[in-house]
């Protein structure tokens, strides 16, 4: 089983940068499907991006264009590198992972098995 650790969350100001990284160790990380979601308060968790092991990107129509997923097979570790942050990007964001996402549930939470603890985003104005 994949454990999976968060990290590089905080506060910044609107239009600021971060990268968050998901670590993965207990198995061979570059055959897993890594998804991005984040929760606001009050809110349902939302997809944010994934990456398949064949290197496939995708995006949620809110953050196309300025967040970029990415994957360091060699350090088993996944980064979401968010730019242009805005307020409405204020969540904790988790990295989740599984080995049988099909295309058509990849922005779905059910999809994923493996989850992170998550970490905090806010961007204030």
């Known amino acids: 089983q994949v454990q999976l650790v968060e990290s590089g969350g905080g506060s910044v100001q609107a239009g600021d940068s971060l990268r968050l990284s998901c670590a993965a160790s207990g198995r061979t990380f570059n055959r897993y499907t890594v998804g991005w979601f984040r929760q606001a308060p009050g809110k349902e968790r939302e997809f944010v991006a994934a990456l398949r092991a064949n290197g496939y990107t995708y995006y949620a129509d809110s953050v196309k264009g300025r967040f970029t997923i990415s994957r360091n097979n060699a350090k088993d570790t996944v980064y979401l590198q968010m730019d242009s942050l805005k307020p409405e990007d204020t969540a904790v964001y988790y990295c989740?992972?599984?080995?049988?996402?099909?295309?058509?549930?990849?922005?779905?939470?059910?999809?994923?098995?493996?989850w992170g603890q998550g970490t905090q985003v806010t961007v204030s104005s």
């Open positions: 989740a992972a599984d080995t049988g996402v099909i295309l058509s549930s990849i922005r779905s939470a059910a999809a994923y098995d493996h």
